[in-house]
Each structure stands twice: as C-alpha cells, then as structure tokens.
C-alpha cells in the first residue's frame, strides 16, 4: 500500500508536524510493505532541509503548489491519501487552497481533523464541510469532535473514526530520569508546548507563590518556545510577560523557561522527570492536544483547565481539573497532591496504564487497518450516462434575497453581506436582470410573488428611459439621477428584458408597455459599438420575434447585428483563438448566446458556424478540468497571455448556462445538458476553489470567487445571476423530459 500524507513536517517547528512524522513512522511500522510519502507545507520562501521521504513540497501562500501537488500524488501510484487539517497551516482566506488539491485527487481520501471549531465563520465552516464532503473518512481524536461534526458540520457519523492521539513509546523510568536530570529530592512540575497567551502560563505562575512557601523544592519547567504566529504578529512581548512575572513574584529559583524547542529525547526526558503536568489553557476550546496525551501518556499527574480535550481525556481518575483562570484553585490542588504522595501516585499510575492503549504503534495499526478499508471501500461507481440532472443537489428555489434588495422603486444593486447596501442605490442592468428573472419565475412556476415584483423592475426601466429611446442607468436612493446615459451594456441588457416580457406577458398592459420602451430605443440598436451590447440586443430582438416573427425590419436588424459579430469574430480570430477579440473578458458567452439566438431565428450557416466554434473554444478554456473554471476579472485572458483565475463573476457562469441550454434547445444534443448542469454547480462549489457561492442562510449569492475564498457581499447581480441559471437548469430539465 502506497500512502501520501499532506501537512507540515520536521525539521519545520510546529504541532502538526511531530504528529504527521510520528504518523509516517507507525504506519510504517505497523507494515514493512508499506510505502509512505509526504507532501510537506512549507511557510515561508526559504525552503527547509527536509528528509528523504519529503518528496513534493508546497509552499503555503502558493496557490499553484496546491495544484502542482494534486497532480504529483494522481501520477505517483500513491493509493490513498491522509490530509491532516489544522486552520493557519494552508494559504488563502481560513486555508482554502486545499480545497483544490483535495478536489482535483482521484484516489481516495483520509482527514485527521485538529481542530473542530464550535463557532466557526461562514467560511470556516464551509471550508470544513467541503473537506468533510470529499473525505472518504475523517479521522477525530476525541468524542466532542464527533459531536461537532455531527451537530455543527452535518457530517454523516458513518464517515466518522474515533482514533486517539498517539504517544511514543519510551522506555523511561521516572526516578531514572530525574536523576539523569539532577533534579532528584524535587517535586518536578512541567509544562511543555508552544508559548502564547492562550496557553495559560501566567495563571500556573501565579499559584506558585502559596505553594512554594509550602514546599520550597519545587520546580516548575516551561518548556517551549514562542508560537511562530505569536512571534510573527507580538513579538516576544508574552515571553518578557512572564519573566517579568517571575521576578515579581520572586520566583527565579523555582520557575525555569529555557525558552527553546526540544528535541523528542530531551522532552520526554523532562515528561518522565515530572511529578505532576499542568495544561492550564485559557478556554475550553481546544479538541485535541498533543502535549496532554504526552503526559498522560508516560503518567504523569495532570492538573488541566476543563478545555474539552482534558475533560475527556482525564476523566476516571486519569486527572484533575480547576477552573480557567483560577490561581488560587490551582494553587490548592498542588499542595493537596504534594502533601498527599499516595493520591498523586494514584492519578500517576492512572494515567501511566491508559498511556499504553494509545502509544503510536497501536495508533500506526488503527490507522494502517483504516486506509486499507478504505481503498477497498471507497471506490467511485460510473455516473449515469443517462441523467444529465440531480436536481436533489440544487436547493429550493427562492425570492427571499431578491425581496429583501427590492423597495418600491426597484432593486438595491449592492449588500453588504446579506443586507440591502442603500448607499449604492439602484441601477438599470439589475433592474432589467430583475425583470428578466421575475418573468422567468412566474413563466414557469406561476408564481404570483414574482408577478408582483415585475411593474417595479419595469417601472424603473420606464423612469429610466430618455427622450431619444437611451437609458439612464444609475439613480441615488433618494431617487435622483446619477448620469444622464448609462453605458451601452446596461442598453442591452434592457433590451433583452424587454423583448422577453414581449414574448411572455403576463396581459396585454405589460405587453404594451414593453412594446413602447422597446420601440422607443429601436433606433439606437444599430449604432451600438459594445460587442456585449451587441449582444445583449440580439437575444432581446430573438425573444421578440419569438411573438412577432412576421416582423420583417426587425428580422433586419437582427441579422446586420448578429453580422456585426462575425465581422468581429473574423478579424479576430485565428487557428487556435476562435474569438471575437483579441482577449476574454467578462460575461464573455454571451456573444456565442446570441448567435445562437440569432441561428435559430436566421438559418444562416456562417452565424450558426460561428456560434459553435466561438462556443466550443470557450469550452476549451473553462470546462477542461470537469467542472467550470470561468476566465477571472482579475486580468482576464489575452490571447498572447495565459488565463487569469480570479476573480470569478456570478454573472459570467449565468451567461455559459444560458448558453448550453439555448445549443440544446438548437440541436438536442444531450452532451450540453450535462455541461449545462455543470456549470450550474459552479454556484454550489464545484468550481476552482471548491466553495459554495449560493449561501442557504440568506438565500442570495456571494459576489465572486476571489484569490483567497469568497467575496461575501450579496448583492443584486450575483443574486439574480444565480436565480436566472436555477430557472434555466429546471427549464433545460423540463425540456429533456418532455422528448423522452
């Protein structure tokens, strides 16, 4: 069995390092046969001198590495893969770069979670869950997390594995060790790990004065050095704290801090020396720590703040607990154990005997015997080539956002978050967007909600709308105009709204009143210069004659227009970039869209050859990996350049739905249903960071797919661009099924 493991690694100073070597050692030992690599995360640009078994390393901030070390392990024979998860040690916003190399695996997946938060951010936990939703099996190290996971993540518990924390195996006697130590004829007292506030060590400190007065031969070690975190953001403004607090407090003979990172050997020398430990963390929110089982596991007393590691851990007389903060309570328990040798031995032999069920070679068999499960169980079944839809996955469909943004004059264009950003006011794309959206819900779904919200979003547009037929696109909330012509794309987004209430009114008074606005801005129609606007005008002139196909001046106009494009797309394009321009931008398939409406109108087979070639090379470059992966904002595409990733627009993968369902509509070829459906899951985390934009508290959709995770303001256009793609997945699905 071939093993890769992702996460960081000696000789880089940190937790989840120690733990993943000792995890590679005992999966190892618990089979000669077993081939373990690792993929280590590296912090920085100075690259550490790994051992040999490193064999891919990322650094932490590099989003490509991530990528680079998903297709190493796929090409590595590697058959399994253990990630181990502990926020801050992958880049991006909460870590999200791992959501890509976990993604892009084909073989199977394992995830020691470190640390299980019980209030997480919104991307925290949609971070997590996405991890938990690929794992084939999540490996936790205490009860409480298994609770967390269930409760808070909504992880199915049949995927969960309760493995503890192991412990290495050394053969250590306690006398022995103090004296290797000289510390014979003292009472030991230890605390080890990484330094910062959190840890608590100040509240140890502050006990001492009472009991030292009592029992003067007390020493109390803190071992460690400051966490590289604190170091970077405080300095070593805690360490100074606590020397400072020493000396207060008189205590420079019987407080030692040497202020280094141990080495294995010298640490545990130090664990066996000590009579009683003390984990006297700040607050119950740790889910596993590695230096409790440490000394739980060579038997030290513990002495622990109830964080829910101890709790579990020191239950059944394995330890003793006092309350976060307390000083004085701390104080009490030493001196108690101190003055009573024969119950400190009782909690030391305690722990001592549940040290020896969770040293690493037992946990090395445990998680050996895991992985080879896996493998056998965790294999993928074929999809049904015969359903291009799952319409379980999409979530219900619904207005609540969309209300929430619209007052009486029209539909707020920003948020902040999922509330109405009233500064911004309003603008005529969203309006017209609205519009277009509303139709759409009450064309298919007869809703009356919907119906109610299209004479705002058609109002706006008539208070838009300039003597010469032009627009006005921004108005302040105040309802005072902001400029006196909106750009030509918010032109044609209207136009495409306006010809689809043409051909979908509700009753003649909104038939007569697009009509008017419609004709009013006919004339403008051919002075365009925008390809988008271009476009945006094709597929409203399209609906349009979808009602009045007689109409032979506009069927004109539709045709110089949809020309127009292929003039574009002939000056443009070359052997390998089929495009209308020299780069791709935004919302860029919407001009294969329109020439697809335009085919189905004109039966003209130079547009209609246009249209497919400019849409498969669009194609080309943001469905090759399996899901979509749109041209980002962020630098967009030239055609000399290579492909900017982010950032990624709601609107953008509005544009290439609407595109797939109008190629089926053309050809009903099923193979654009399926990518139809793909696309859509773009919204729900199928994308290049694997992070849901559809936000199922609010039910908008987040702005965009940035660099490092998710913009989270909700506002209008990325709404209405997730609706009018929902709607347009539950048509294309409808139209399947009404051929078969």
């Known amino acids: 069995m071939k093993t890769a493991i992702i996460g960081t690694y000696p000789p880089r100073e940190c937790g989840i390092g120690t733990f993943t070597r000792h995890l590679y050692e005992s999966i190892i030992g618990a089979n000669h046969q077993n081939h373990v690599s690792i993929i280590a995360l590296n912090n920085s640009d100075k690259l550490l001198s790994y051992p040999n078994e490193v064999e891919q390393i990322i650094r932490q901030d590099y989003q490509r590495d991530y990528i ?176 400072q607090l020493v000396k207060t407090l008189g205590l420079e003979s019987h407080v030692i801090i040497p202020h280094k990172y141990m080495s294995q050997n010298e640490l545990f020398m130090y664990l066996y020396a000590s009579d009683i430990y003390i984990t006297p963390y700040n607050n119950e929110a740790q889910i596993t720590s590695g230096t409790l089982s440490y000394a739980v596991g060579v038997g030290s007393c513990v002495i622990s703040t109830p964080y829910w590691h101890a709790v579990e851990l020191l239950a059944n007389n394995r330890g003793l607990l006092f309350d976060f903060g307390n000083s004085e309570q701390l104080g009490d328990i030493l001196i108690n154990l101190l003055e009573h040798p024969e119950e400190l031995s009782t909690f030391r032999k305690n722990a001592g005997n549940y040290g020896k069920e969770i040293t690493w070679p037992i946990t090395g068999i445990k998680y050996s015997e895991l992985l080879v499960h896996t493998i056998q169980e965790c294999i993928k079944e074929d999809d049904d080539n015969d359903q291009p839809f799952d319409l379980l996955m999409i979530p219900a469909f619904s207005l609540k956002h969309i209300k929430r943004l619209t007052d009486d004059t029209g539909i707020i264009q920003h948020a902040k978050y999922g509330i109405p950003n009233l500064k911004d006011g309003y603008c005529l794309d969203d309006n017209a967007r609205a519009l277009l959206m509303a139709l759409m819900t009450y064309t298919q779904k007869k809703s009356k909600k919907a119906l109610n919200l299209c004479h705002v979003y058609l109002s706006y547009i008539h208070y838009m709308q300039n003597e010469d037929g032009s627009f006005r696109n921004f108005l302040s909330f105040n309802r005072n105009y902001i400029d006196n012509v909106g750009s030509e794309d918010s032109f044609g987004r209207t136009i495409w709204a306006l010809g689809y209430l043409m051909a979908n009114a509700p009753n003649d008074s909104y038939y007569q009143a697009s009509h008017s606005l419609f004709f009013n801005a006919a004339p403008i129609f051919e002075e365009l210069k925008s390809i988008r606007s271009i476009a945006n005008t094709i597929i409203g002139i399209s609906h349009y004659l979808n009602n009045s196909p007689d109409n032979d001046s506009m069927v004109a106009v539709l045709r110089r227009l949809a020309n127009k494009l292929v003039t574009h797309y002939d000056n443009n394009s070359s052997a390998d970039w089929n495009w209308f321009e020299e780069l791709l931008t935004y919302d860029n398939a919407m001009l294969p869209l329109a020439l697809l409406h335009a085919t189905e109108r004109l039966n003209d087979e130079r547009i209609r050859s246009v249209a497919f070639a400019s849409m498969n090379f669009l194609i080309r470059h943001t469905l090759s990996d399996g899901y ?75 702005d965009g797919l940035e660099r490092d995770g998710i913009n989270r303001n909700q506002g209008a256009e990325s709404t209405l661009a997730y609706l009018i793609s929902h709607l347009t997945v539950l048509k294309a699905h409808e139209d399947f099924y009404s051929l078969k």
């Open 68 to 243: 680079d070390a998903a297709k190493f392990i796929n090409h590595s024979g590697t058959d399994i893969c253990i990630l181990q998860h502990e926020f801050g040690i992958f880049g991006g916003k909460d870590g999200v770069y791992i959501l890509p190399l976990i993604h892009r695996l084909k073989i199977p997946l394992v995830v020691t979670l470190h640390t299980i938060l019980n209030t997480p951010s919104y991307s925290e936990k949609l971070i997590l869950q996405e991890i938990c939703k690929k794992a084939c099996k999540i490996v936790v190290m205490t009860q409480k997390a298994i609770d967390f996971l269930d409760e808070i993540y909504e992880v199915p518990k049949d995927k969960i594995e309760l493995i503890e924390h192991g412990v290495p195996q050394y053969k250590l006697d306690h006398q022995k060790a103090k004296s290797a130590l000289k510390l014979q004829n003292k009472n030991v007292i230890l605390t080890f790990g990484f330094l910062g506030r959190n840890k608590g060590i100040d509240v140890a400190i502050k006990a001492l004065p009472k009991v030292i007065e009592k029992h003067p031969n007390s020493l109390y070690f803190v071992l460690g050095k400051t966490h590289p975190n604190v170091l970077r953001y405080s300095g070593e403004e805690y360490l100074i704290y606590l020397r």
């Open 628 to 702: 979509l992966s749109l041209i980002g904002n962020d630098g967009w595409f030239n055609k000399n350049g290579s492909k900017a990733m982010f950032s990624q627009q709601p609107v953008d993968a509005m544009a290439i739905i609407l595109m797939f369902h109008q190629a089926y509509s053309l050809t009903k070829n099923k193979e654009y249903l399926s990518k139809l459906f793909t696309s859509f899951m773009w919204f729900l985390g199928e994308n290049d960071l694997r992070m849901r934009l559809y936000d199922f508290e609010t039910h908008g959709c987040c």
